[in-house]
Each structure stands twice: as C-alpha cells, then as structure tokens.
C-alpha cells in the first residue's frame, strides 16, 4: 500500500510505519466483490485489499512489480485453494492477466508501501541509511544513477515537475558539484546535503529532503507513467458493470486520475465556434462522490491516510478508446535510459 509523503513516521523517506489499508471500508464499498467475480489487485503489497476482497467471495488476481512482495505472498496464495494468483508484474499490464471474459473489477494503490520505506536497504527512507537505491522492481536505473549521471537541467525538471520543489537549482547544483568530488552512495549523502543547501526552517512541516526523494522515486519507477498506462488498460480489461477504484496519495497522481475520469465521462468534440463533430460515448459512469477522502477517525489512526483520496467509476459498454497520453500533459522527463546522454 502506499504510504503517505508526509514528516516523521508516514513520511515518503522517514521512518518506520504501521502497514494498515488505507480507506478499505470505501474501497470495498465502490468495489461490491461478491462469488463470482474476478477482481484484480493490481498493487499487492502486503495483501491488505486483496485479503478482504477474497473475504467478500471474489476471486483475485493479484499484481506487483516488486519481487519481496510476491514472495511474501505466497502464503496467502496457499492458503486459499486456488482463488488467488499472485504475478509479479507491473500494473500498466494488468490487461495481459485480465480472463477473456473481462473483469468485475480493479483497484490500484498508488505509491510506496509501508514495506518498501521500512527496509533500508531498499533506499527509500532518509532517516534509515542505505543504498540510494529506491527501485520498486529491484531491476533498471536507481536513484544514485540519477543524481550522479543526469545533466543538472534534467534534475531540476525532475525535482520541480516530480517533487515541486522550489529550490530545485539550487539542489542540482550543489549535488553537480559534489559529485565531481564524490559521487552519491547513499540515501544520507543525499539528504545530507539537502539539509545544508536548504536548511529546515521553523515553519516547515517535513524534512528538507522529503521532495527531492519523492522526485526521484517517482522518477525511477515512471509511476505517473505506470498509473496513466494501467488506467487505459483497466478501460480494457474491464467488462461492462466492472468498477476501477484508484486511492492517490499526492496531487500528481490524483490530477491523473481525476483527467482520466473526466475525460472518459463522455462529452461532444469541437468547440463554441464550431459545429460538433461527433459525440463521445462515455466509458465510465462515477461510483458515489467524485472523490472520497478518509474520515478524521481514520486519519487519526492511520495517519498514511490523511491525503488519500479514492476516485472510482463504472465501466460502460461503449468501447475502449485510445489509449492518449497526451490527455494528461505529462512533463517531457529525460529518459531513463539516456541520462547525461
């Protein structure tokens, strides 16, 4: 599950927390598993959904891209006779284990797991020293590649765009002119000279550090580009009456999923000026309230809760549009692959 970039305990590189399902009662309610249905988890975890999800009578079909939670997986797999696969995938291709007949549903879970933050060797914490490492799927570029090979141009675009950091030259910067020195290691290298670019001030609320590694996360695992990719597949895999439940955890992955959902509600193309070209049949119907945030109750004892927000809607039987990710206005990021090229 993913963990709220907040200070202290539930913050996105902090400490330790509690790994609790975030807005499950709503989840399960947009939801409605019941016998017979196939529901895809498409963000595993520690199996907090997808547990409750088989407690409702559905089947599951559950993702993740990281391999420590497949592997932590396997005794809930066992443990009900067939009615849970586990597959380790990233959920931009949830359609490729969708059944042919389509699914009753999906939910996602965007973000870091409360697992993930607490293994140090994992990089994602920097109040736990580690490698800077940061990798969901513990394969490809980390966040060490990163710091020490993009140009400083790329990584003030992806601290601004990402983290929407202010002082985002002047970090880029300073960590050009470490590296020359020494390169970056570990996650304490970096946070450490955060905390003396820009040091905490009275007023602030998180840590110094919080968005550059919320940026680098971000940016290592492409999770805006994952989340707009598997809300197009859902579109797919979904049979008419199936429901898509998305709980965000920052505004970036929530503006997405809120423009995908307007976006899918159907509309007339053209404009004032010109006559309509054609209407737009709507692939989704919303589920409830256009977005439902947890409830102070919650909040106080789950504080990862407190910017969750859960959007959901209703498969329609229009077809499938295009999957455009242009809707979204993504910033145009350096490659993983190309940087410093």
């Not at 996105?12 to 196939?38: D, S, Y």
């Not at 589920?287 to 947890?294: D, H, L, T, Y």
């Amino acid at each position: 599950m993913a963990a709220n970039p907040g200070e202290g305990s539930t913050d996105a590189g902090g400490g330790p927390v509690r790994h609790i399902p975030v807005l499950l009662n709503e989840v399960l309610t947009a939801l409605e598993p019941a016998a017979g249905k196939v529901i895809l988890d498409g963000t595993f975890g520690a199996g907090g959904y997808t547990s409750a999800i088989l407690s409702g009578g559905a089947d599951v079909i559950a993702l993740d891209r990281d391999p420590t939670a497949i592997a932590g997986g396997q005794a809930l797999v066992d443990a009900h006779g067939g009615r849970l696969k586990l597959i380790h995938s990233q959920f931009s291709r949830l359609a490729d284990h969708a059944p042919a007949g389509g699914l009753d549903g999906v939910v996602l879970d965007i973000g870091v797991s409360s697992m993930q933050i607490d293994e140090a060797d994992r990089g994602f914490s920097f109040q736990k020293n580690g490698p800077l490492d940061m990798r969901m799927s513990a394969s490809g570029v980390s966040a060490a590649d990163v710091v020490n090979r993009a140009k400083v141009a790329e990584l003030i675009r992806i601290f601004h765009f990402l983290g929407e950091e202010s002082q985002s030259p002047r970090i880029a910067h300073a960590i050009e002119k470490r590296r020359a020195e020494k390169p970056f290691e570990t996650t304490r290298d970096l946070a450490g000279l955060i905390e003396i670019v820009t040091p905490r001030k009275m007023k602030d609320k998180i840590h110094p550090a919080t968005r550059v590694f919320q940026a680098l996360r971000i940016f290592v695992n492409d999770e805006l580009g994952e989340l707009a990719q598997a809300l197009f597949a859902a579109e797919q895999a979904l049979k008419p009456g199936g429901r898509l439940v998305v709980v965000t955890f920052h505004s970036l992955e929530d503006r997405i999923v809120k423009t995908f959902f307007s976006d899918r509600a159907g509309k007339a193309s053209g404009s004032r000026h010109m006559p309509i070209a054609h209407e737009r049949a709507a692939t989704f119907d919303r589920i409830g309230k256009p977005m439902v945030s947890a409830s102070d109750a919650e909040a106080e004892i789950n504080p990862r809760a407190r910017s969750a927000k859960l959007r959901a809607g209703l498969r329609t039987t229009a077809p499938a549009e295009a999957a455009d990710m242009s809707i979204f206005g993504l910033p145009n990021l350096a490659s993983l692959g190309k940087l410093g090229a």
